[in-house]
């Protein structure tokens, strides 16, 4: 027997959550095609994510500091992509607001 055929009989959660992976990593480089949109998402996700772990070590505002500044890279990244920020779409689709999670003006990969 094939060991890719040995994991799949032997792990089928792990197929589904290989798929959702996929799913996601697609959907995400949908949602984040222009390369100033992409490269503030590679900026500033990793200061999001510091500015939380410094919360912990360090004073307040160093760690808020860095998550708010990384949140706004991304947001200014969303702004010339011409989209919604992702975690702001549930509520607004919660209040009955438009949402527009990939932009108009760029086409959904095949």
């Given at each position: 027997?094939?060991h890719?055929?040995l994991?799949?009989?032997?792990f ?17 480089l ?16 990793p ?9 912990f070590?360090?004073?307040?505002y160093?760690?808020t ?6 949140y ?5 990244g ?8 992702g975690?702001?779409?549930p ?6 607001l438009?949402?527009?999670a990939?932009?108009p003006?760029?086409?959904p990969r095949?």
């Amino acid at each position: 027997m094939r060991h890719s055929k040995l994991v799949r009989m032997s792990f089928p959660i792990a197929r589904k959550v290989l798929a959702l992976a996929g799913r996601a990593r697609r959907n995400w480089l949908d949602r984040h095609r222009t390369p100033a949109n992409f490269w503030a998402h590679m900026l500033g996700i990793p200061l999001a994510l510091a500015g939380v772990a410094l919360l912990f070590v360090l004073e307040w505002y160093w760690g808020t500091g860095l998550i708010v500044l990384g949140y706004f890279l991304q947001w200014i990244g969303h702004r010339i992509e011409g989209n919604d920020v992702g975690e702001l779409i549930p509520f607004k689709k919660l209040l009955g607001l438009p949402v527009v999670a990939i932009a108009p003006q760029q086409e959904p990969r095949a």
